[in-house]
T-cell receptor, first 110, second 116 residues
Framework: GENVEQHPSTLSVQEGDSAVIKCTYS??????FPWYKQELGKGPQLIID?????GEKKDQRIAVTLNKTAKHFSLHITETQPEDSAVYFC?????????FGAGTRLTVKP | DTGVSQNPRHKITKRGQNVTFRCDPI?????LYWYRQTLGQGPEFLTY????????KSRLLSDRFSAERPKGSFSTLEIQRTEQGDSAMYLC??????????????FGSGTQLSVL
């Protein structure tokens, strides 16, 4: 089955800096790569996703890149704000399986 | 539309007791998923429904776990004879689509289970 590894486990940045979180996956059949943000006491919230026929996708300050050959994908947050502080999860999957990474705790210091 | 609703938010039980959690999905969503999340980990898929049909249940953690969605609307997850290792956050999600598990998921806030 799929195995997803996520790095780093914790990340601290200064407000206004960029943050990058990286994930690798093992199953070449995976074709869907979402990213979720989870705040304390809440369920994960989808922030951006990408399918395998696209190499990059951007939504305002958030972008995701996918390298299918190397089996890795990354989340980029620019101009970080304190409200971006949360735990971020990547996931990889297909119609029959989806696995989440262990999460990255992002802290944005004002 | 108030999003995915889960009840109760917290459940404390003694080992060996049965517990049941309820999930009300977003009303127009045809798919409903159950996930488990332990501290410091990402959500772990358990099972999902398309309308009232349970399409995948092999990932339920043991035969003590069962889920229903009798009328294709709300769902319940039951754990029988709870064990301390069952302590976790149980998340429900819903989606509208036809891509199986690879969908945009809308999660509820979860039910935190503590087994003493």
């Amino acid at each position: 089955g799929e195995n997803v590894e996520q790095h780093p486990s914790t990340l601290s940045v200064q407000e206004g800096d960029s943050a990058v979180i990286k994930c690798t996956y093992s199953d070449s059949a995976s074709n869907y790569f979402p990213w979720y943000k989870q705040e304390l006491g809440k369920g994960p919230q989808l922030i951006i996703d990408i399918r395998s026929n696209v190499g990059e996708k951007k939504d305002q300050r958030i972008a995701v890149t996918l390298n299918k050959t190397a089996k890795h994908f990354s989340l980029h947050i620019t101009e970080t704000q304190p409200e971006d502080s949360a735990v971020y999860f990547c996931a990889a999957g297909n119609n029959n399986d989806m696995r989440f990474g262990a999460g990255t705790r992002l802290t944005v210091k004002p | 539309d108030t999003g995915v609703s889960q009840n109760p938010r917290h459940k404390i039980t003694k080992r060996g007791q049965n517990v049941t959690f309820r999930c009300d999905p977003i009303s127009e969503h045809n798919r409903l998923y159950w996930y488990r999340q332990t501290l410091g980990q990402g959500p772990e898929f358990l099972t999902y429904f398309q309308n009232e049909a349970q399409l995948e249940k092999s990932r339920l953690l043991s035969d003590r776990f069962s889920a229903e969605r009798p009328k294709g609307s709300f769902s319940t997850l039951e754990i029988q004879r709870t064990e301390q290792g069952d302590s976790a956050m149980y998340l429900c999600a819903s989606s509208l689509g036809d891509r199986g598990i690879a969908e945009k998921l809308f999660f509820g806030s979860g039910t935190q289970l503590s087994v003493l």
